[in-house]
């Protein structure tokens, strides 16, 4: 049983250039969230697409765009990378709408912007 | 908004000693609770929940309870291993009606065990 599986696991890029990070569920949930990981600052909300057809900003949106491919597939993608960005980003999913449903993570992707 | 307020970190501990790691939130409605881990190189994963005022999530020997009058939901342990070193964060989640039920992050706060 696979999970959540990001690609890649780890990735460096120059200043401006692009790239998308991938995400892949097998667990049938209609709700999926990209988060970023920095040191001290915890897991902060960059995407989340509640249901197929349908993705709304997270915290930390700015620099980033998603595409809901499917039911199982969620990417995300940075246009221009900045060094800003250097971070793990972890992608997950859920059921919506139960109670005390939790997420499954992804393993991660270590992300730096040189 | 809904937020999570994790205590400072890290903390070191040696083997066999006891673990309390405080927790505290912020939310609009009645929120789920949730202790996840993350061990090294790895992603979280889910190590205890609670749903409602007063219950209590266990799990490989860790414990908290939900206390609605403190808004708390401290973890603790009796007796912690080498093999507990890793880094602690408490979520919530909280539905409203028509809302996505996405989880709010405590900051983390990493664990040491020495043997």
């Known amino acids: 049983n696979a999970g959540v599986t990001q690609t890649p696991k780890f990735q460096v890029l120059k200043t401006g250039q692009s790239m998308t990070l991938q995400c892949a569920q097998d667990m049938n949930h209609n709700s999926m969230y990209w988060y970023r990981q920095d040191p001290g600052m915890g897991l902060r909300l960059i995407y989340y697409s509640a249901s197929e057809g349908t993705t709304d900003k997270g915290e930390v949106p700015n620099g980033y765009n998603v595409s809901r491919l499917n039911k199982r597939e969620f990417s995300l993608r940075l246009e221009s990378a900045a060094p800003s960005q250097t971070s793990v980003y972890f992608c997950?999913?859920?059921?919506?709408?139960?109670?005390?449903?939790?997420?499954?993570f992804g393993q991660g992707t270590r992300l730096t912007v040189v | 908004g809904n937020s999570v307020t994790q205590m400072e970190g890290p903390v070191t501990l040696s083997e066999e000693a006891f673990l309390t790691i405080n927790c505290t939130y912020t939310a609009t409605g009645y929120p789920s609770l949730f202790w996840y881990v993350q061990y090294p190189g790895e992603g979280l994963q889910l190590l205890l929940k609670?749903?409602?005022?007063?219950d209590k999530g266990s799990n490989k020997g860790f414990e908290a309870t939900y206390r609605k009058e403190t808004t708390s939901f401290h973890l603790e342990k009796g007796s912690v291993q080498v093999s507990d070193s890793a880094v602690y964060f408490c979520?919530?989640?909280?539905?409203?009606?028509?809302?996505?039920?996405?989880?709010?992050f405590g900051k983390g706060i990493t664990l040491s065990v020495r043997p």
């Open positions: 997950a999913s859920s059921l919506q709408g139960t109670i005390g449903t939790e997420a499954f």
């Open positions: 979520a919530l989640s909280d539905i409203k009606a028509g809302a996505n039920s996405k989880l709010t």
């Open positions: 609670a749903t409602k005022a007063d």
